[in-house]
C-alpha cells in the first residue's frame, strides 16, 4: 500500500505515522509528503525521513480545481493507494474527495458527529462538557461528515486547560492514527455504502 500524507503544519500525526513505519508497526510506505503550506514543518519531518515532498501552495492557483488539478496529478504520478490527511487545511471540492472515495481518511480533534470545524477544544471547554478526543473518518464531500472508522477518548478535568486538553488529544492521535492506517495497509478495513467493517464486521 502506497501513503501519501497531506500536511499544513507541525506534522506531528505525520511523524507518529513515520515512526510506525519505520518501525514495521505500519505494513505500508509513505512514498510522498504533499503540503500546500510552503514552510510547514512537516516537510522538514519527512525529509528528514528521506521521504519526497512536493509544495503545492494554493495561493499559486487561480481556484480550487487548479490547486486540486496539481494535487490530483502528483498522486497519480506516486501511484497513491491510501491518501491521509493529517493537519491538512484545505477544504476539498466533491469532485476531489468522490474521484478518491474510500482511499482517503482525516483525523479530526472531536469527537464526531460533535464539533465539526474549527476549535474543537475551546468549543468543548465551552460547553463544559466531560468527555472529549478524536475520530479518524473516511472523507466525504461534507466537511468532517464521512463514516467514522475509530475514536478515541480523553475525560474533560475540572482543572484542564486549551494547553492541557490540545496535548491530551494530540497524544490520543498519535496513537490513533498509526492504529487505523496499520489496520488499513493490512487490508482489514472496508466502507461499503457509508458502513465501516473491521475484519469484515460492521462497526
Ligand atoms: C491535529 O490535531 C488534527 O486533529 C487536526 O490538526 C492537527 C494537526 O496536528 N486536523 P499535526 O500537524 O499533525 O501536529
Request: hydrophobic residues 45%; charged residues 15%; contains cysteine.
Amino acid at each position: 500500500n502506497r501513503i501519501v500524507v497531506l500536511v499544513s503544519g507541525n506534522g506531528s500525526n505525520l511523524q507518529a505515522l513515520i515512526d510506525s513505519c519505520q518501525t514495521g508497526r505500519i505494513r505500508a510506505e509513505i512514498v510522498g509528503v504533499i503540503s500546500n503550506v510552503p514552510h510547514a514543518y512537516a516537510l522538514e519531518r519527512a525529509r528528514l525521513a528521506n521521504i519526497p515532498t512536493q509544495v503545492i501552495d494554493h495561493r499559486k492557483y487561480p481556484d480550487r480545481a487548479a490547486f486540486e488539478a496539481e494535487m490530483s496529478r502528483v498522486l497519480q504520478e506516486w501511484q497513491v493507494g491510501l491518501i491521509v490527511l493529517a493537519g491538512f487545511m484545505r477544504v476539498l471540492t466533491p469532485a476531489f474527495v468522490n474521484r478518491f472515495s474510500g482511499q482517503m481518511i482525516n483525523i479530526h480533534p472531536s469527537l464526531l458527529p460533535a464539533y465539526r470545524g474549527l476549535h474543537t477544544h475551546a468549543r468543548v471547554l465551552a460547553t463544559g462538557d466531560k468527555m472529549h478526543g478524536c475520530s479518524i473518518h473516511f472523507v466525504t464531500a461534507e466537511l468532517d461528515a464521512g463514516a467514522i472508522i475509530a475514536q478515541a477518548i480523553t475525560h474533560v478535568m475540572p482543572n484542564d486547560t486549551l494547553e492541557t486538553l490540545t496535548q491530551e488529544v494530540q497524544e490520543l492521535e498519535h496513537h490513533l492514527y498509526p492504529l487505523v492506517v496499520a489496520w488499513i495497509a493490512a487490508g482489514r478495513i472496508a466502507l461499503l455504502g457509508n458502513k465501516v467493517y473491521l475484519d469484515g464486521q460492521e462497526l
